[in-house]
């Protein structure tokens, strides 16, 4: 579960940043569920989606140390055959 001011990889949609993580009813559903909400860095709008949910491709963006680390190990990564 991502936590507010994480910086996600949402869809089509880009980079975001999510800004609450809050219970909301789901229409056609008893009860409620926590929804993240989201606003993308390079569009205004504001999104919000099932914390649960696997529609849309999410993944937490690397820090730019990460990135670093992940291309350092390319030389040493063997292919599959």
Request: glycine share 8%.
């Given at each position: 579960?991502?936590?507010?001011?994480d910086l996600v990889f949402y869809g089509?949609?880009?980079?975001?940043?999510?800004?609450?993580?809050?219970?909301?009813?789901?229409?056609?559903?008893?009860?409620?569920?926590?929804?993240?909400?989201?606003?993308?860095?390079?569009?205004?709008?504001?999104?919000?989606?099932?914390?649960?949910?696997?529609?849309?491709?999410?993944?937490?963006?690397?820090?730019?140390?990460?990135?670093?680390?992940?291309v350092d190990s390319i030389p040493t990564?063997?292919?599959?055959?």
């Amino acid at each position: 579960m991502y936590q507010v001011g994480d910086l996600v990889f949402y869809g089509g949609t880009g980079v975001c940043e999510v800004a609450d993580i809050a219970m909301r009813k789901v229409p056609g559903a008893s009860g409620e569920q926590p929804y993240y909400t989201m606003k993308p860095l390079y569009q205004e709008c504001v999104i919000r989606t099932p914390v649960n949910g696997n529609k849309v491709f999410m993944r937490p963006i690397l820090t730019k140390k990460e990135a670093e680390e992940l291309v350092d190990s390319i030389p040493t990564v063997q292919a599959k055959a």
